[in-house]
């Protein structure tokens, strides 16, 4: 049969208008929701139905899980929007290791992510330990579970105690590497201290097998390194005040007593600020690297 | 033994007449699409998401073949008539039956290995696009030949499929063939509660019953050892010998009860 030629630019005219009414549509904008209403949903929650209801395709609907999650995080984290929320990251994540086992970027994932302080993270290391917890009941050789607990006590914590007994629970297990003996041994003896956070730090950096973590590694060892370098200038700071008796008012002052040879940087190439009025050295409000980790926890 | 080959033949020939082989087109472009795509959304985790897509890939394919083709195998000779044509030759209605399996089991076999061998080369190629630090912290190789293992265990879950859906073809529609098989299909991934029914139930009767059910329903969830492949743990040779020794004893077991059941139908 031949198909008249009116169907046939009827054809192109739908979707012509299709696609025209899709863009008016993607130019409106999104409808609000009421403070506190988390648009995310997650219809099965439960990983025993989803594990049943997914046959023998486990790995391949825990996949669909990790992607959502990354999407979560990400979106979220992005999100300018006021009430903005990591709500499903954590059942995310369980249901995805509930599935698939054997995910191991997806603990270490939560072990950073869940735990990170609001609003970069969800700020719930309590669940960050659950979920490693989890990991370790289903595979109790796994040292690297044992050391990512250990390392949410010690970063995210500050529970020295709770982070030592874990680093050496993770040096017991098979396969542990060398370090973390004596990490466990600092950590007890010392609490946090930056050497101790830098060799963790350096440590996840060489085992990484994401680039996000490698990048989330490098990001901490460039703010260890800022607090050290604000440390150091800040004895110089201290310094040009013992020798003038007054603060340096900028660095132009400590520049032109020889003290400085130009404008310190910090790690990410932008200028230490010099406070006039106490000569405190701190981060400029618009580096990257802020914020830093508390001076109290020498992290 | 040379008229099932016969019939074997000309049942894969017909298969490709039914362009049933155009999955492997869809098979090919999902793989290097999502090879292409997932990278951005996987925070890195793109070869283990390939491999798992590739594996379940292959058996949803050779699972929607098994089913879809296997149900109609027998009706539609019957619906076309063709049936009395084909038994008034020097052919056993069993010599039938079996050449209308080991055709199809064919064609499945084919499939299975054209889309291995692209799954294969996309596999090769993220591995040589991976930068060496990357390639060091993966469990094992992307072209881990130990996937093949998986991929044999999925070979034998279909020809049990196939055996399946060419019983009920036998006797039943092809409507109601498509919902027993995929109900046993289906029955058969649930294997693993109805041995364990009796510590949650106090009837022992009713524990009984559901442990002598756990033992006559196929065990699909045997032939499933995907997550354990791409995850580089230990699949031993022991585990893969009773698999695939209870696969073919089932099969040749489901073939018998169809060889009876179709010598018994009255084609006149």
Same mark, same amino acid.
């Given at each position: ?299 | ?27 090919? $472009? ?91 080369? $996309? ?37 049990? $499929? ?98 009876? $059941? ?7």
């Amino acid at each position: 049969m031949k198909v008249h030629p009116a169907a046939w630019a009827a054809l192109v005219v739908l979707f012509a208008a299709v696609i025209g009414l899709q863009m008016i549509q993607a130019d409106e904008p999104p409808l609000a929701t009421p403070d506190g209403v988390s648009t995310n949903m997650l219809y099965v929650r439960s990983p025993q139905i989803l594990g049943r209801a997914t046959l023998s395709f486990h790995a391949l609907l825990a996949d669909i899980y990790w992607i959502r999650a990354v999407q979560h995080y990400g979106g979220t984290k992005l999100s300018t929007a006021p009430n903005k929320q990591y709500d499903v990251l954590y059942p995310l994540l369980d249901l995805t290791t509930s599935l698939d086992p054997y995910f191991d970027v997806v603990y270490k994932f939560g072990s950073v992510f869940l735990a990170e302080p609001y609003p970069a993270g969800a700020g719930r290391p309590d669940q960050a330990i659950a979920l490693l917890q989890k990991g370790l009941r289903t595979r109790p050789d796994k040292w690297e579970l044992a050391q990512g607990i250990g390392f949410v006590y010690y970063w995210w914590l500050a529970d020295y105690q709770n982070a030592a007994m874990w680093f050496n629970r993770a040096a017991d297990l098979a396969n542990a590497p060398d370090w973390l003996r004596p990490l466990a041994a600092v950590t007890l003896a010392q609490g946090g201290n930056r050497a101790s956070s830098r060799m963790l730090w350096t440590e996840i950096a060489r085992n990484a097998d994401a680039d996000w973590l490698r990048d989330q590694a490098s990001f901490r060892l460039k703010q260890l390194d800022a607090l050290d370098g604000i440390d150091f200038i800040q004895r110089i700071v201290d310094q040009y005040r013992r020798r003038t008796g007054v603060p340096p008012a900028s660095w132009d002052d400590m520049m032109r007593t020889g003290l400085l040879r130009g404008v310190p940087p910090d790690p990410t190439g932008v200028p230490f600020r010099l406070d006039p009025a106490d000569a405190k050295v701190t981060l400029d409000p618009s580096s990257s690297l802020n914020p830093l980790p508390s001076a109290e926890h020498p992290r | 033994m040379k008229v099932i080959g016969h019939v074997a033949v000309n049942v894969f020939k017909e298969s490709v007449r039914d362009k049933v082989l155009y999955n492997l087109v869809v098979f090919a $472009v999902l793989l290097m699409s999502a090879s292409y795509l997932i990278g951005e959304l996987t925070a890195g985790q793109d070869v283990k998401i390939i491999k798992d897509l590739g594996l379940a890939s292959i058996s949803v394919f050779g699972l929607l073949i098994a089913v879809f083709i296997g149900i109609g195998l027998v009706w539609k000779e019957v619906e076309k008539r063709s049936v009395y044509t084909l038994l008034s030759k020097p052919m056993r209605r069993q010599e039938f039956l079996l050449g209308k399996y080991f055709g199809l089991v064919l064609t499945l076999i084919i499939n299975v290995a054209v889309m291995t061998a692209a799954y294969y080369v $996309v596999l090769a190629y993220m591995q040589a696009i991976s930068p060496p630090n990357l390639r060091a912290s993966w469990p094992a190789p992307a072209t881990d030949p130990a996937l093949l293992k998986a991929i044999a265990l999925i070979v034998l879950e279909l020809m049990l $499929v196939t055996a399946i859906a060419l019983l009920f073809s036998t006797f039943s529609s092809p409507f109601l063939s498509a919902i027993l098989t995929t109900a046993v299909w289906v029955i058969g991934h649930f294997n693993q509660d109805l041995r364990d029914y009796g510590a949650t139930i106090p009837s022992p009767l009713a524990a009984s019953i559901a442990r002598g059910v756990y033992y006559v329903i196929p065990n699909f969830s045997a032939f499933d050892v995907k997550l354990q492949v791409v995850h580089a743990q230990a699949v031993p040779l022991g585990y893969i010998g009773v698999t695939i020794a209870y696969g073919l004893t089932y099969i040749a077991l489901v073939l018998l009860t169809a060889v009876i $059941v179709f010598s018994k139908r009255d084609f006149k």
